[in-house]
């Protein structure tokens, strides 16, 4: 069964520094790994997404996340963070092979970036 | 182009009683994904249409249903409403032949009271 751990409820920064959130998953075969971000009472945002190829991949925003098969993370980074950063994370993860391509979301992680 | 659009936006129901979600996908997209999200947690898959079938479900009871119509628009209805099934419902459209991102709409606040 698949599943998602973003080991951190809560990860505040500085903002200008850089910030990582973290992911690990859990998946048979090579999964689809997904981030998105949700504001207040709003739905969930897509971010970036790794199916193949390089391991750091692009998103929107600026943000950036890093592939690491070896110890089944997809951590979420930014080089340098924003004030209007702070929202709620969520890392997900889809097994290729599920036909029905649902998503197995991660509790989330709360960023806040201090001014 | 339009996004996912979801209504109501705010809904309050009492125990017992029935409620209906709609969602319509974005263009171009004829899958339709049902997430419930409970506060303080990641959402978790209702199911999925495609092709106006139910595709795949998660583990939901039976009190939960859907619908999907010949434009792909979708409903989600829930029966006998529990104070447990306040959440955040969400739903989320892609393109079911080989897409792989779902987007998602803004969300059907439900409160049971």
């Known amino acids: 069964a698949q599943s998602v751990a973003q080991p951190e409820d809560q990860v505040n920064v500085a903002e200008g520094n850089p910030l990582t959130v973290k992911c690990t998953y859990s998946?048979?075969?090579?999964?689809?790994l997904f981030w998105y971000v949700q504001y207040p009472n709003r739905g969930l945002q897509f971010l970036l997404k790794?199916?193949?190829?390089?391991?750091l991949v692009k998103g929107s925003y600026g943000f950036e996340a890093e592939f690491n098969k070896s110890q089944t993370s997809f951590h979420l980074k930014k080089p340098s963070a924003l004030v209007s950063d702070s929202a709620l994370y969520f890392c997900?993860?889809?097994?290729?092979?599920?036909?029905?391509?649902?998503?197995?979301f991660g509790p989330g992680t709360r960023l806040s970036v201090l001014p | 182009d339009a996004g996912v659009t979801q209504s109501p936006t705010h809904l309050i129901k009492t125990r017992g009683q029935q409620v209906t979600l709609r969602c319509s996908p974005k263009?171009?997209?004829?899958?339709v994904s049902w997430y419930q999200q409970a506060l303080g947690q990641g959402p978790q898959f209702i199911f999925q249409?495609?092709?106006?079938?139910?595709?795949q479900r998660g583990n939901f009871p039976d009190r939960f249903s859907g619908h999907q119509f010949p434009n792909y628009s979708s409903e989600l209805n829930v029966n006998a409403l529990l104070l447990g099934d306040s959440a955040l419902y969400l739903c989320a459209s892609s393109d079911g032949t080989g897409a792989i991102t779902q987007y998602f709409g803004p969300g059907t606040r439900l409160t049971v009271l």
């Open positions: 998946v048979s075969g090579n999964p689809y």
């Open positions: 790794y199916i193949t190829g390089d391991n």
């Open positions: 263009s171009g997209h004829d899958t």
């Open positions: 249409y495609y092709e106006e079938e139910e595709r």
């Open positions: 997900a993860v889809r097994d290729p092979n599920n036909y029905g391509q649902n998503f197995v």
